[in-house]
């Protein structure tokens, strides 16, 4: 069982930036994918980043070149958010997968006003 813990959220002005990170902890053993995904209101879920244990990443289209994923060594995943826009307001969601394990954080809530 895996446990994931996000922090970092807030209210930002457009332009500015946020930095999420995602504490996970549990049965954490050997190769998985982390990342975060986001839903605002209407909307459906839509991937935000991936990165695997090997530091390969995926982006979404919409936060390429404004968004970069990271994770440490001690399973924590960080996303550092520039040039934010008000269409970048959602809940974002830390995720953890593995060919045995998924989980899902809580959600943090991300409003960028105009």
């Known amino acids: 069982q895996v446990q994931l813990v996000e922090s970092g959220g807030g209210l930002v002005q457009a332009g500015g930036s946020l930095r999420l990170a995602c504490a996970a902890s549990?049965?954490?053993?050997?190769?998985?994918?982390m990342g975060w995904y986001r839903q605002a209101p209407g909307k459906q879920r839509e991937l935000v980043a991936t990165?695997?244990?090997?530091?390969?990443t995926d982006y979404g289209y919409s936060v390429k070149g404004r968004f970069t994923i990271s994770r440490n060594a001690t399973n924590t995943v960080y996303l550092q958010m520039n040039s934010l826009k008000p269409e970048d307001t959602a809940v974002y969601y830390c995720?953890?997968?593995?060919?045995?394990?998924?989980?899902w954080g809580q959600g943090t809530q991300v409003t960028v006003s105009s």
């Open positions: 995720n953890y997968d593995s060919d045995y394990r998924r989980a």
């Open positions: 990165i695997t244990t090997g530091g390969s």
């Open positions: 549990g049965s954490i053993f050997g190769i998985n994918t």
